[in-house]
């Protein structure tokens, strides 16, 4: 039985390469050069699966990607879900079963590499047929940098299927020397097994290259910007639609001409034909020349064409003009097509006379594939006469071409891509000439008569057994229900019906499903219209799209020059925008909280040190420097002296804290100004906005030089004595270098920028070295440090250490919707100052109310544990029946080795005359009462920044 | 005496992975390597006054004129990375000459001088295959008749912001500038982006 519809010679496939397959679990062979759907339909297989609703047998209902019906499930060599049988290439070992109208995941991780490529071109050709291939020589000719891509496995598109011959020789030898001259361009590059599934603004188009299991990436997903793109996307036949007509079995005619000439595989026996297109009529002939009986032609059309009724009658193939397939019969298989006489004006049919079969051929005429054409904001139009959709108007630098722009025979779309090539070419400024065109079979142009759905003799249910679209199993019947339930809009009863919604997204169902929608709605197809033509054109795995930024690669981390250090210190590490930060620094045996407790212990007692390179660090110069700082900050930064420092708070034009950070004054007409670590990119945008649009006047530059600079912060009453033993050449004594001011020298012997700044409010320094000697000078720091007990801290001791010391960390203890008076931060803002960022919304009632949420501090009762951050507070011992007023919420909340007692900072409504208070913490099902108290909690009076 | 001045450069702990997944010299292939210590001084000052034109002099080379081309000299290369704004590069070690060259010739003018050698790194990509490589994260047109030598673009490799800049187009050559902190990551990328085929 094996491969007994197999042609014994013919086709583009290798019969002394034969493929062994399992399919539903039974072993098959094919041949390379195969689809899974030919080596099927080669082995007398038919039927994949069922469909989705009904769950009908499906079997193969094309030969391309436009397949509705026959989805299969891989097994392996990979696991791939919902693949087209018709697009899966025969490998050896290639084990898949038929699916029920879904497939699903593998539950394995994929192991297969997917990557993408950039390329830009002067002329992009999709489609690689008659129109795509002339159109890709010419503009190749004229010296154009040319991108060729097509879906199939080899270039050829349509002439690969249909045995026509051109010069007199199989179109296959022309196909072959214009790849071969295409190929020696030395800027042409071809992409077979490509499929371009997106057309987007200013001919950007993106393509999946199927690269196979043998590459080592096996998709590829291609970003195309081409200055010109000819679409020679080809076209897809319409089925027809009569009761029953999804019986595995039948086929559109051209594919079963395509599986006879590209595949050598006749995929019947005796065949009906129904047809109301001069299309099918050489499929009809093609296969009763490769032996297959042909039952009848059934035509719609009262009249037969003359030119094909003659060859049919030379075939003695019976023609039955004025007749239509009403109805077939067969379960898995279609056994019998139901002929009736019909007219189409009226709409009539006669009684139905079952003519035995085992393939049954349709052909409704051809829709061009026009999906990247509208993609790129190309209209479309109905033509009655083709009965389809066409390209109409036009897009610059797009070029539609051959089956495509609505063409039917060779000759036409071989002149047609030439002209586009040349078209396209000519743009560009190049001179270009289309070559000679091979001569064609004479055949005269085919016509058709568009026929929506035949008459359903069942009057019981009528349509309900009318397929118009196999992928979701939807019939005439379910559009009849649409209209009848008051919808008249093409995309309101695609939604409804789930027309063109699958897979497939409609690409043969579309057009019929307007047409029945006119018939039924009493219009004409043009003022119904189409849907939209979304990308992608065919499905696209996530994987494909994600490409290689997966697991480590998935977005940038980014590290210090002691991040090594950290790793080999233990550290865990904390995400702070795209930056790893030491979390903390647990010895043998330690959790966080001991390892925490122990780091703040030492910060506060001795000295401990953090890598703070992380800081996004702007160098500000120009003769405005100092007035523009003015008005970007709150408070004044005008009256700082060189080589001082000061804290600055940064607002949005709300009014609202945006950022903050320290200014220090590095030269009359230049400061360096710090942001906290996540918001640098932010800052610098949000200072160069206003630079660059609201105070062009202002003779200001700005320079990142955040990874100019390794900074490590020394805090604690020893920090001044380990600086001393590695800083000698410079002063550190409170007079001569005082809080908030910064010295140049020698740290470790590398040139450095040293700082007094504190975020924990003990005496603390901060050591600024170019990047390349931070990992060096942190040792060195560590080394001095040895004597000391020097503690390597993280950013939870920062956290507890500044939280203590009631600083508020912008974007923890901030969301946006709190000002600096909020925070008890108003002695930060100017009043002297005519003018700055946010200024004026101070004056609005709403900042000046006095129950907004402030910053307060949280000490929970005696015996509780650490409040969680997030915990809801609430007035009452007790919760009243719903809606609860809310007070506010707890924003940072750690344990204190210094307070010995867990504390915490809060927003809370009116909150600062509140302090004293007992509030209540919604914890779990618990209220933990807590108290209001000043957010400051240790050293209140600064005693300890000096030391 | 030099490494021991200059500390370690973000990817010398890379080093040795980049060699490994680098063709070697002489094959088709892509060759990885970080160009460390580099002097870099970021150059702010008006075009069209007199003290573009003395810095020019001063280099040897007038600022290129628009962003995207490159001077060079003996000494330097100048990057055009804005309508105002230039990237000079030089030899290890020749940041500070560099700065007070530039800073002299700027006489007082309005501009900005900063050293910016350590903020970011180079990493060289060369070789037949560097094009494809770079382009399977980068969407320029790389073409050499496009993107040909002496030329630079501001724009992202992968995930990164990155400066490219070629320096020969036959074989390929690019430095690509990258900063610091990310340099780790890009260099990981180059490494599993050479496992493809192009």
Same mark, same amino acid.
């Given at each position: 039985?094996?491969?007994?519809?197999?042609?014994?010679?013919?086709?583009?496939?290798?019969?002394?390469?034969?493929?062994?397959?399992?399919?539903?679990?039974?072993?098959?062979?094919?041949?390379?050069?195969?689809?899974?759907?030919?080596?099927?339909?080669?082995?007398?297989?038919?039927?994949?699966?069922?469909?989705?609703?009904?769950?009908?047998?499906?079997?193969?209902?094309?030969?391309?990607?436009?397949?509705?019906?026959?989805?299969?499930?891989?097994?392996?060599?990979?696991?791939?879900?919902?693949?087209?049988?018709?697009?899966?290439?025969?490998?050896?070992?290639?084990?898949? %079963?038929?699916?029920?109208?879904?497939?699903?995941?593998?539950?394995?991780?994929?192991?297969?590499?997917?990557?993408?490529?950039?390329?830009?071109?002067?002329?992009?050709?999709?489609?690689?047929?008659?129109?795509?291939?002339?159109?890709?020589?010419?503009?190749?000719?004229?010296?154009?940098?040319?991108?060729?891509?097509?879906?199939?496995?080899?270039?050829?598109?349509?002439?690969?299927?249909?045995?026509?011959?051109?010069?007199?020789?199989?179109?296959?030898?022309?196909?072959?020397?214009?790849?071969?001259?295409?190929?020696?361009?030395?800027?042409?590059?071809?992409?077979?097994?490509?499929?371009?599934?997106?057309?987007?603004?200013?001919?950007?188009?993106?393509?999946?290259?199927?690269?196979?299991?043998?590459?080592?990436?096996?998709?590829?997903?291609?970003?195309?910007?081409?200055?010109?793109?000819?679409?020679?996307?080809?076209?897809?036949?319409?089925?027809?639609?009569?009761?029953?007509?999804?019986?595995?079995?039948?086929?559109?005619?051209?594919?079963?001409?395509?599986?006879?000439?590209?595949?050598?595989?006749?995929?019947?026996?005796?065949?009906?034909?129904?047809?109301?297109?001069?299309?099918?009529?050489?499929?009809?002939?093609?296969?009763?020349?490769?032996?297959?009986?042909?039952?009848?032609?059934?035509?719609?059309?009262?009249?037969?064409?003359?030119?094909?009724?003659?060859?049919?009658?030379?075939?003695?193939?019976?023609?039955?003009?004025?007749?239509?397939?009403?109805?077939?019969?067969?379960?898995?298989?279609?056994?019998?097509?139901?002929?009736?006489?019909?007219?189409?004006?009226?709409?009539?049919?006669?009684?139905?006379?079952?003519?035995?079969?085992?393939?049954?051929?349709?052909?409704?005429?051809?829709?061009?594939?026009?999906?990247?054409?509208?993609?790129?904001?190309?209209?479309?139009?109905?033509?009655?006469?083709?009965?389809?959709?066409?390209?109409?108007?036009?897009?610059?630098?797009?070029?539609?071409?051959?089956?495509?722009?609505?063409?039917?025979?060779?000759?036409?779309?071989?002149?047609?891509?030439?002209?586009?090539?040349?078209?396209?070419?000519?743009?560009?400024?190049?001179?270009?000439?289309?070559?000679?065109?091979?001569?064609?079979?004479?055949?005269?142009?085919?016509?058709?008569?568009?026929? @929506?759905?035949?008459?359903?003799?069942?009057?019981?249910?009528?349509?309900?057994?009318?397929?118009?679209?196999?992928?979701?199993?939807?019939?005439?019947?379910?559009?009849?229900?649409?209209?009848?339930?008051?919808?008249?809009?093409?995309?309101?009863?695609?939604?409804?019906?789930?027309?063109?919604?699958?897979?497939?997204?409609?690409?043969?169902?579309?057009?019929?499903?307007?047409?029945?929608?006119?018939?039924?709605?009493?219009?004409?197809?043009?003022?119904?219209?189409?849907?939209?033509?979304?990308?992608?054109?065919?499905?696209?795995?996530?994987?494909?799209?994600?490409?290689?930024?997966?697991?480590?690669?998935?977005?940038?981390?980014?590290?210090?020059?002691?991040?090594? @250090?950290?790793?080999?210190?233990?550290?865990?590490?904390?995400?702070?925008?795209?930056?790893?930060?030491?979390?903390?620094?647990?010895?043998?045996?330690?959790?966080?909280?001991?390892?925490?407790?122990?780091?703040?212990?030492?910060?506060?007692?001795?000295?401990?040190?953090?890598?703070?390179?992380?800081?996004?660090?702007?160098?500000?110069?120009?003769?405005?420097?100092?007035?523009?700082?003015?008005?970007?900050?709150?408070?004044?930064?005008?009256?700082?002296?060189?080589?001082?420092?000061?804290?600055?708070?940064?607002?949005?034009?709300?009014?609202?804290?945006?950022?903050?950070?320290?200014?220090?004054?590095?030269?009359?007409?230049?400061?360096?100004?710090?942001?906290?670590?996540?918001?640098?990119?932010?800052?610098?945008?949000?200072?160069?906005?206003?630079?660059?649009?609201?105070?062009? %006047?202002?003779?200001?530059?700005?320079?990142?030089?955040?990874?100019? @600079?390794?900074?490590?912060?020394?805090?604690?009453?020893?920090?001044?004595?380990?600086?001393?033993?590695?800083?000698?050449?410079?002063?550190?004594?409170?007079?001569?270098?005082?809080?908030?001011?910064?010295?140049?020298?020698?740290?470790?012997?590398?040139?450095?920028?040293?700082?007094?700044?504190?975020?924990?409010?003990?005496?603390?320094?901060?050591?600024?070295?170019?990047?390349?000697?931070?990992?060096?000078?942190?040792?060195?720091?560590?080394?001095?440090?040895?004597?000391?007990?020097?503690?390597?801290?993280?950013?939870?001791?920062?956290?507890?250490?500044?939280?203590?010391?009631?600083?508020?960390?912008?974007?923890?203890?901030?969301?946006?919707?709190?000002? +600096?008076?909020?925070?008890?931060?108003?002695?930060?803002?100017?009043?002297?100052?005519?003018?700055?960022?946010?200024?004026?919304?101070?004056?609005?009632?709403?900042?000046?109310?006095?129950?907004?949420?402030?910053?307060?501090?949280?000490?929970?009762?005696?015996?509780?544990?650490?409040?969680?951050?997030?915990?809801?507070?609430?007035?009452?011992?007790?919760?009243?029946?719903?809606?609860?007023?809310?007070?506010?919420?707890?924003?940072?909340?750690?344990?204190?080795?210094?307070?010995?007692?867990?504390?915490?900072?809060?927003?809370?409504?009116?909150?600062?005359?509140?302090?004293?208070?007992?509030?209540?913490?919604?914890?779990?099902?618990?209220?933990?009462?807590?108290?209001?108290?000043? +957010?400051?909690?240790?050293?209140?009076?600064?005693?300890?920044?000096?030391? | 005496?030099?490494?021991?001045?200059?500390?370690?450069?973000?990817?010398?702990?890379?080093?040795?992975?980049?060699?490994?997944?680098?063709?070697?010299?002489?094959?088709?292939?892509?060759?990885?390597?970080?160009?460390?210590?580099?002097?870099?001084?970021?150059?702010?000052?008006?075009?069209?006054?007199?003290?573009?034109?003395?810095?020019?002099?001063?280099?040897?080379?007038?600022?290129?004129?628009?962003?995207?081309?490159?001077?060079?000299?003996?000494?330097?290369?100048?990057?055009?990375?804005?309508?105002?704004?230039?990237?000079?590069?030089?030899?290890?070690?020749?940041?500070?000459?560099?700065?007070?060259?530039?800073?002299?010739?700027?006489?007082?003018?309005?501009?900005?001088?900063?050293?910016?050698?350590?903020?970011?790194?180079?990493?060289?990509?060369?070789?037949?295959?560097?094009?494809?490589?770079?382009?399977?994260?980068?969407?320029?047109?790389?073409?050499?008749?496009?993107?040909?030598?002496?030329?630079?673009?501001?724009?992202?490799?992968?995930?990164?912001?990155?400066?490219?800049?070629?320096?020969?187009?036959?074989?390929?050559?690019?430095?690509?500038?990258?900063?610091?902190?990310?340099?780790?990551?890009?260099?990981?990328?180059?490494?599993?982006?050479?496992?493809?085929?192009?």
């Amino acid at each position: 039985m094996s491969g007994s519809f197999r042609l014994a010679e013919g086709g583009r496939i290798d019969r002394d390469r034969p493929v062994a397959f399992r399919f539903e679990g039974r072993d098959y062979q094919g041949c390379a050069g195969d689809t899974l759907a030919s080596a099927l339909l080669a082995n007398g297989v038919h039927q994949v699966g069922t469909g989705i609703r009904h769950g009908r047998p499906r079997g193969i209902a094309s030969a391309g990607a436009e397949e509705p019906s026959a989805l299969v499930q891989i097994v392996k060599p990979f696991p791939e879900p919902m693949l087209t049988a018709t697009t899966v290439e025969l490998r050896d070992g290639l084990e898949a %079963h038929g699916l029920p109208g879904q497939g699903r995941l593998a539950a394995d991780p994929d192991p297969a590499r997917y990557d993408a490529m950039h390329a830009h071109c002067d002329v992009l050709v999709v489609g690689a047929g008659p129109a795509g291939l002339s159109a890709a020589l010419a503009a190749a000719r004229a010296g154009a940098r040319v991108v060729v891509a097509d879906a199939d496995t080899e270039f050829g598109g349509g002439l690969l299927g249909s045995g026509e011959l051109l010069d007199h020789a199989p179109a296959a030898d022309w196909v072959r020397r214009v790849t071969a001259e295409l190929a020696r361009g030395p800027d042409v590059r071809l992409l077979p097994r490509t499929t371009v599934f997106g057309h987007y603004d200013g001919n950007y188009l993106v393509a999946l290259e199927d690269r196979g299991p043998d590459a080592l990436t096996r998709q590829r997903t291609w970003h195309i910007r081409a200055r010109e793109a000819v679409l020679a996307t080809g076209a897809h036949e319409r089925p027809l639609v009569f009761a029953d007509n999804d019986r595995p079995g039948t086929m559109p005619a051209g594919a079963a001409r395509t599986y006879l000439h590209r595949y050598g595989v006749v995929a019947g026996r005796r065949a009906v034909v129904f047809t109301t297109d001069d299309g099918a009529y050489p499929a009809a002939l093609d296969l009763w020349g490769a032996g297959a009986e042909i039952a009848a032609v059934v035509d719609a059309r009262p009249e037969a064409p003359p030119f094909w009724a003659r060859r049919c009658a030379e075939a003695r193939i019976p023609v039955l003009p004025g007749h239509a397939v009403v109805g077939t019969s067969g379960e898995e298989h279609v056994t019998a097509a139901h002929i009736a006489a019909f007219d189409p004006d009226s709409g009539t049919i006669g009684a139905a006379d079952p003519q035995a079969c085992d393939l049954l051929l349709v052909s409704g005429g051809w829709n061009p594939a026009v999906h990247l054409y509208s993609q790129a904001g190309g209209p479309v139009a109905f033509d009655g006469a083709a009965g389809a959709f066409l390209p109409a108007g036009s897009v610059p630098g797009v070029h539609p071409a051959g089956a495509a722009s609505g063409l039917r025979t060779t000759a036409q779309c071989l002149s047609s891509g030439a002209v586009a090539g040349v078209q396209a070419a000519s743009r560009l400024g190049l001179e270009a000439a289309a070559a000679p065109r091979p001569e064609t079979d004479a055949h005269p142009v085919p016509k058709g008569r568009p026929l @929506w759905r035949v008459p359903d003799p069942d009057t019981e249910a009528p349509g309900a057994r009318q397929f118009v679209d196999l992928a979701r199993d939807a019939t005439v019947a379910d559009i009849g229900r649409a209209v009848g339930a008051g919808l008249t809009s093409v995309e309101h009863i695609k939604r409804f019906t789930t027309v063109g919604t699958g897979h497939d997204q409609g690409k043969t169902s579309g057009t019929l499903s307007t047409g029945i929608i006119a018939e039924l709605l009493g219009t004409d197809p043009s003022e119904v219209g189409t849907t939209t033509f979304r990308a992608p054109y065919t499905p696209v795995a996530f994987a494909a799209l994600a490409g290689r930024e997966r697991g480590d690669l998935y977005d940038p981390v980014r590290v210090t020059a002691m991040h090594d @250090w950290h790793v080999g210190h233990g550290a865990p590490f904390e995400n702070v925008g795209q930056w790893k930060r030491p979390w903390y620094y647990p010895r043998r045996g330690e959790d966080m909280e001991a390892a925490v407790l122990r780091e703040c212990r030492a910060v506060r007692t001795g000295v401990g040190m953090q890598d703070v390179s992380t800081l996004g660090k702007i160098d500000v110069q120009g003769p405005d420097a100092a007035a523009f700082l003015d008005l970007v900050y709150t408070n004044m930064m005008s009256t700082l002296k060189v080589g001082r420092i000061r804290y600055g708070l940064m607002c949005t034009a709300d009014g609202m804290v945006f950022d903050d950070g320290t200014v220090m004054r590095t030269g009359e007409n230049r400061y360096l100004l710090t942001t906290t670590s996540g918001n640098a990119a932010h800052v610098l945008e949000h200072l160069e906005d206003w630079l660059q649009t609201e105070w062009t %006047h202002l003779r200001v530059h700005l320079t990142s030089v955040t990874e100019q @600079w390794a900074t490590i912060a020394l805090a604690g009453p020893r920090s001044r004595e380990v600086l001393a033993r590695v800083a000698a050449g410079i002063d550190l004594d409170n007079a001569e270098f005082p809080f908030m001011s910064w010295r140049n020298g020698a740290v470790a012997g590398r040139r450095a920028r040293v700082c007094r700044i504190s975020f924990s409010g003990e005496l603390a320094f901060e050591v600024n070295v170019p990047w390349w000697h931070g990992r060096h000078v942190w040792e060195a720091l560590y080394e001095a440090g040895g004597p000391f007990g020097i503690t390597p801290y993280g950013t939870e001791t920062m956290h507890v250490l500044r939280a203590e010391k009631g600083f508020p960390i912008v974007g923890q203890d901030t969301d946006g919707t709190v000002t +600096p008076q909020d925070l008890g931060m108003g002695w930060a803002v100017s009043r002297k100052k005519a003018d700055f960022i946010g200024r004026r919304s101070f004056s609005r009632p709403d900042t000046a109310r006095t129950d907004r949420k402030q910053l307060v501090g949280l000490i929970p009762a005696a015996g509780e544990g650490v409040l969680p951050e997030g915990t809801q507070l609430v007035e009452t011992r007790v919760l009243p029946e719903p809606p609860v007023p809310m007070l506010g919420h707890v924003t940072s909340s750690y344990r204190s080795a210094v307070l010995g007692t867990p504390f915490a900072l809060a927003l809370v409504r009116g909150g600062r005359d509140r302090i004293g208070q007992t509030v209540y913490g919604h914890v779990g099902d618990r209220l933990v009462p807590v108290e209001i108290t000043d +957010p400051v909690f240790y050293d209140k009076e600064g005693a300890r920044r000096d030391g | 005496m030099t490494a021991d001045l200059y500390g370690a450069s973000p990817l010398a702990a890379r080093a040795d992975a980049l060699a490994r997944h680098s063709a070697p010299e002489g094959v088709q292939g892509v060759r990885i390597a970080e160009v460390p210590f580099t002097a870099q001084v970021a150059l702010r000052v008006d075009p069209r006054g007199g003290a573009a034109e003395r810095i020019g002099t001063a280099l040897g080379a007038a600022l290129p004129g628009r962003p995207g081309q490159v001077a060079r000299t003996d000494r330097v290369l100048v990057l055009g990375l804005g309508p105002d704004e230039w990237l000079v590069v030089g030899s290890e070690g020749t940041a500070p000459e560099l700065q007070d060259t530039l800073t002299a010739a700027l006489d007082g003018a309005h501009g900005a001088v900063v050293d910016v050698s350590a903020h970011r790194t180079i990493v060289r990509v060369s070789g037949p295959k560097a094009r494809d490589l770079l382009n399977t994260g980068c969407a320029l047109d790389l073409h050499p008749r496009v993107f040909g030598a002496d030329q630079c673009a501001q724009t992202l490799l992968a995930r990164a912001a990155v400066i490219l800049l070629c320096r020969e187009t036959d074989p390929a050559d690019f430095w690509v500038f990258v900063r610091a902190s990310y340099a780790r990551y890009l260099a990981d990328w180059l490494i599993d982006a050479t496992e493809f085929d192009g």
